[in-house]
T-cell receptor
């Protein structure tokens, strides 16, 4: 199998606080992990791509100082939303690419719903 | 940047009916993918298409990769209640996927 988990599945926080979301590949090594954001009734928008052991590559318009990504191991990537504001409320989804596999083959996590009050 | 136009945005059908949705792009993609997303979940891959003109089936689902490599369609035959959800097309660009806006499928029993 190729299972990707995310934790937490949902989180509510106060404006100005930071929130960390974890993405884990449970039964495979993920050399690349992707972070997406999905607003209600909208599509998935790629935020950043992270390769194990190197800095993440952010998409245009995504603030790297606000959305901190760490891909410290082949099975774990974290996204930290710093100084969160209500407009950051969204559904955050990660995906992982297996070592040696194509970028077509991304396995998605179940998502984390962030609500910033 | 690359964009995918997916239509229709939503569909309301009767159980048992066939469904068709499509995606078009101004850019060429070398791979087209179709995903289904249930509420509060991540997308699940349904079909992957790798060659222009390719027609691939997965049970009641059939998808085709357009000859021009700028479009793809997904058909669902004899819909059942569990087909409800949001369907996304995705094209593979340079080391990343670009998603369409999604088609929300609602089925009346």
């Amino acid at each position: 199998g190729a299972v990707v988990s995310q934790h937490p599945s949902w989180v509510i926080c106060k404006s100005g606080t930071s929130v960390k979301i974890e993405c884990r590949s449970l039964d495979f090594q993920a050399t690349t992990m992707f972070w997406y954001r999905q607003f209600p009734k909208q599509s998935l928008m790629l935020m950043a791509t992270s390769n194990e052991g190197s800095k993440a590559t952010y998409e245009q318009g995504v603030e790297k100082d606000k959305f901190l990504i760490n891909h410290a191991s082949l099975t774990l990537s974290t996204l930290t939303v710093t100084s969160a504001h209500p407009e950051d409320s969204s559904f955050y989804i990660c995906s992982a690419r297996k070592r040696g596999h194509s970028y077509n083959e991304q396995f998605f996590g179940p998502g984390t719903r962030l609500t910033v009050l | 940047g690359q964009q995918l136009n997916q239509s229709p945005q939503s569909m309301f059908i009767q159980e048992g009916e066939d469904v068709s949705m499509n995606c078009t792009s101004s850019s060429i993609f070398n791979t087209w993918l179709w995903y289904k997303q249930d509420p509060g979940e991540g997308p699940v891959l349904l079909i992957a298409l790798y060659k222009a003109g390719e027609l691939t089936s997965n049970g009641r689902l059939t998808a085709q990769f357009g000859i021009t490599r700028k479009d793809s369609f997904l058909n669902i035959s004899a819909s059942i209640p569990s087909d409800v959800g949001i369907y996304f097309c995705a094209g593979r660009g340079a080391q990343k996927l670009v998603f369409g806006q999604g088609t929300r499928l609602t089925i009346n029993p």
